[in-house]
């Protein structure tokens, strides 16, 4: 087939979402020549309709992923399409990972080791959090840093009426980090907290693609290109450079988009995906696998919401969709009990409306007909809730495969992910579930109850390590033996945590972009 | 280990019904384009199944149009869909629910000698507490549970989930910018 040629770029970042949007607006306003190739269509804050039906239309609409294992579901729903990604409707927790997560196996003989240290991120979480406007107030458990330069968003009525349960415990609430404004900042209003953050935010009080990092990266000269599909990355005949990548545009039309700098910056398991169609005889099983690493140590976190119904009215329909509060004592501690591992975090008090995943109709499935009718009447005023992050470890079972044997709608092989939940993790889980029961039943809700085991967030894949036999990329993200292809995205944690993966995306995207910036005479011929 | 009397009265019947039914349901399709124009990817039969199935679930849901909603949603790009199953399971989203469709009649018609738009308030109620449960006797593809659930969502949607359902619950809606129409 005959390819459609365009002129070379300097960069070509794939994926217009939270990673690929920020490494675009930072490498144009640094002077690169920068395109974005983005696999669905054009998004306008017009089409963030506050609906929970409305926008779904938000969310993927790419290839089907084959999922098994005890820990995947609803991949569909984190993952976005269209310009801004999954960036449009995110949920804006602003969370730093804490210093004992990325080196977890020195400490702890278990999971991996980052090849970087907190003190190494710091500075660039500092960066990302003045970038997209942080809120929140100092809170001890939390890694030191910067002060965020908004104050925190104000209790809630739900996390009053669930805050009585921590203090019984002993455990210390605070008020939440988002990526949200509580004050003007930057020129983007405050927020209304009417709860519509997972449906997008026009108002923009939310730091998303469409309101931050567009406007940059447009003014700075980036070009975005929609309905472009990237097929594999191309390298010259000795596989040590990528040349450019070959993407399918709506008609299906094979295009070729030669670079001097590739970055894959797609979603976790499209990054990997990407790389294993990217084989050729250089890489026979994929760039950035020589170790068949590649595609290894996805990464989920294990969650469960424990809801309740109080008393009093908790206004469940106001707020954000994050969380208003937040709970971090204990999160150092991953051997909570003999046979468990791992860090947890509480996340107090989603905004939630009666329909949807995390709607309150769902946060009781089994109820039907008039029972159900009495339960929405009531939880719509008295309901609270609280989700539980637990850390999953890093082992290389648990992965990003293709499966030639099922093609997708581009008649390329389909993703496959398998992830199960290692038993030491589902037992700190489980431990969390009961402290979270307690917790409830000590605020005196009338009714407390745990939901299941979901999964929630998605990493690993092309994880970054000193060691090229045993990881994909450096700690810049640059893929082994081939110096001018990036991998940007949560695609390149070796460990989770147990925190919410955008901060560390983030501050992983500038350190990134400073290098490029500081080598540009090394990557550019 | 199965007896023979069980695995007559589980096999026989149930081979007998999904005749039926796949034959009942096959005409359905035939006649589509006579019975009612106004469907795009189910059938009139179909279509009310749903709809008595999901109104089974929450009440008010066929009149505030739930079989409509999943039609319509069926019938057009997946990437405008919205219907929640995309978030689960979109790589056969019409075949997902013509199947359920089909096993909530196979279900029924094992069950009650009936069809489900036939059957009792106390039949229905029945099937899908079974759905629930995960205890149908014939009905198994797609998983039962995971179709109640589904199938709940898309009815608590257009009852509850709409400005006119917010409404009815007493939350205010508070849009930043309001949905064109409920779906």
Redesign the interface.
Same mark, same amino acid.
């Given at each position: 087939m005959t390819k459609i040629s365009h002129d070379k770029v300097e960069v070509v970042v794939i994926g217009s979402g939270i990673a690929g949007s920020t490494m675009a607006a930072e490498l144009g306003e640094a002077g690169f020549t920068v395109l974005v190739l983005e696999a669905?269509?054009e998004r306008q804050l017009?089409d963030?309709?506050?609906?929970?039906?409305?926008s779904?239309?938000l969310?993927w609409?790419g290839p089907?992923v084959r999922e098994s294992g005890d820990l995947v579901?609803?991949a569909?729903?984190a993952m976005g399409?269209g310009t801004g990604g999954a960036g449009l409707h995110w949920y804006a927790n602003w969370y730093r990972l804490h210093p004992d997560d990325f080196h977890v196996k020195s400490l702890y003989g278990r999971s991996l080791d980052w090849p970087i240290g907190y003190d190494d991120l710091r500075p660039w979480y500092d960066r990302a959090q003045s970038y997209f406007g942080v809120s929140g107030d100092e809170d001890t458990n939390a890694p030191p840093g910067e002060p965020y330069p908004m104050p925190a968003i104000p209790l809630s009525k739900q996390s009053q009426a669930i805050k009585p349960g921590f203090d019984a415990e002993g455990l210390k609430l605070t008020t939440n980090t988002l990526a949200v404004n509580s004050v003007p900042y930057d020129g983007r209003t405050s927020c %209304?907290l009417?709860?519509?953050c997972d449906a997008g935010?026009?108002?923009g009080a939310l730091a998303n693609p469409l309101v931050l990092q567009w406007p940059r990266a447009r003014k700075a000269g980036v070009e975005l290109r929609h309905n472009a599909y990237a097929e594999r990355v191309e390298t010259d005949p000795s596989g040590s450079k990528a040349t450019g990548v070959v993407y399918l545009d709506e008609q299906g039309r094979e295009n070729l988009q030669p670079a001097d700098i590739v970055i894959s910056a797609c979603h976790t398991i499209w990054n990997a995906r990407l790389l294993m169609l990217s084989a050729n005889d250089k890489h026979p099983n994929g760039l950035g696998n020589g170790n068949e690493t590649l595609g290894r140590h996805f990464t989920s976190h294990a969650l469960t919401t424990i809801h309740g119904l109080f008393t009093q009215e908790t206004e469940p329909? %106001?707020g954000v969709s994050g969380a208003n509060t937040l709970c971090l004592e204990g999160y150092e501690d991953k051997q909570p009990a003999k046979g468990a591992f791992g860090s947890r975090a509480w996340l107090v008090g989603q905004a939630a409306?009666?329909?949807?995943?995390l709607?309150t109709?769902?946060a009781k499935?089994?109820l039907?007909?008039?029972t159900?009718?009495a339960y929405?009447?009531q939880a719509?005023?008295h309901y609270g809730n609280m989700t539980v992050l637990c850390e999953e470890d890093s082992i290389p079972e648990n992965r990003v495969t293709l499966d030639p044997s099922k093609k997708d709608r581009y008649g390329l092989p389909q993703a496959h992910v398998q992830n199960s939940l290692p038993q030491a993790n589902a037992s700190r889980l489980d431990l969390a579930r009961t402290e979270g029961l307690r917790i409830f039943n000590a605020a005196g809700a009338t009714d407390a109850w745990a939901g299941q085991r979901n999964p929630m967030h998605m990493m690993g894949g092309t994880i970054m390590g000193d060691d090229a036999s045993a990881s994909v990329t450096n700690s810049y993200g640059q893929v082994h033996e081939i110096d001018n292809l990036f991998v940007a995205g949560a695609s390149l944690f070796p460990t989770p945590g147990a925190i919410n993966p955008t901060a560390t995306l983030a501050a992983l995207v500038f350190r990134t972009a400073d290098y490029i910036r500081t080598h540009r005479s090394e990557l550019l011929p | 280990m199965m007896g023979r009397r069980r695995f007559l009265t589980r096999v026989i019947p149930t081979t007998f019904w999904v005749n039926i039914v796949i034959r009942s349901l096959s005409r359905n399709a035939e006649a589509k384009t006579i019975e009612n124009e106004s469907y795009k990817v189910l059938t009139t039969t179909e279509a009310e199944t749903l709809a008595a199935w999901c109104t089974?679930?929450?009440?008010g849901a066929d009149q505030a149009g739930v079989a409509r909603f999943v039609d319509e949603n069926l019938a057009g790009d997946?990437?405008?869909?919205?219907?929640?199953l995309?978030?689960?399971d979109?790589?056969d989203m019409a075949g997902f629910y013509r199947n359920g469709i089909m096993g909530i009649e196979k279900e029924c018609l094992h069950r009650f000698g009936l069809s489900f738009a036939r059957a009792t308030v106390v039949q229905r109620?029945k099937l899908?507490e079974a759905a629930?449960a995960s205890e149908t006797q014939v009905w198994t593809d797609p998983d039962p549970n995971f179709f109640y659930?589904i199938s709940?969502?898309d009815a608590?949607?257009v009852v509850?989930?709409?400005q006119l359902?917010?409404v009815d619950?007493?939350?205010?809606?508070?849009?930043?910018?309001?949905?064109?129409r409920?779906?």
């Open positions: 669905g269509p017009s963030m309709i506050s609906s929970q039906i409305w779904r239309r969310r609409a089907e579901g609803a569909n729903f399409w %209304l009417d709860g519509w935010c026009p108002i329909h %106001l409306k009666p329909n949807d995943l709607g109709a769902l499935p089994e039907y007909g008039e159900l009718d929405l009447r719509s005023l | 089974s679930i929450v009440s997946q990437a405008a869909s919205l219907l929640l995309r978030y689960l979109a790589s109620m899908v629930i659930f709940r969502s608590v949607d509850y989930g709409t359902g917010f619950l007493n939350v205010p809606y508070l849009a930043h910018i309001p949905p064109p409920s779906w």
